[in-house]
């Protein structure tokens, strides 16, 4: 959601559930937040350090003289990744594809091992295909593969 007011960008707010971000001039999120606690109980939590899985790093850049803000997610990576090794029962390797180059995957025709936590990990992998795009081909490859093999 955002706020233009005489053409000009004034907020953006970002809404999960019952979790929001709010960016802006101060004066004007001051606005936002006074008139959505007055319908609302709401929790004012300060500077963004986490919002949903992604953790933000605040800072200045002494050389450009800009501030900047680094979002990270990798305990989100770091537990996607873990799951992975927790179902393979063996470390992964980094690939540029899920397969081998030149090669399609084949369907499983035995029966389905582990399918509560093969669900789970596919869910972990799709939510990465959501906020990066450009990983969708990839992504796309290991559910074909899932849902050929159930």
């Not at 960008?9 to 101060?26: E, N, R, Y």
């Not at 004012?44 to 350090?49: A, D, F, I, S």
Request: charged share 25%; with cysteine; hydrophobic share 35%.
């Amino acid at each position: 959601m955002y706020l233009h007011e005489d053409g000009e960008l004034k907020l953006i707010v970002t809404i999960t559930v019952d979790d929001c971000a709010v960016s802006g001039h101060p004066t004007d999120v001051k606005w936002f937040m006074d008139g959505l606690e007055s319908r609302f109980n709401i929790t004012r939590g300060g500077t963004l350090r986490k919002h949903i899985v992604i953790d933000y790093v605040w800072g200045f850049d002494e050389e450009q003289g800009k501030h900047f803000v680094k979002a990270t997610m990798h305990k989100k990576l770091g537990a996607t990744i873990d799951q992975l090794e927790r179902f393979l029962q063996r470390e992964v390797m980094i690939r540029p594809t899920p397969g081998k180059p030149g090669q399609y995957l084949q369907k499983n025709d035995e029966d389905a091992l582990n399918i509560d936590e093969n669900r789970s990990l596919l869910g972990q992998i799709m939510f990465f295909t959501k906020i990066m795009p450009k990983n969708g081909q990839r992504i796309s490859c290991a559910l074909w593969f899932y849902v050929e093999s159930q």
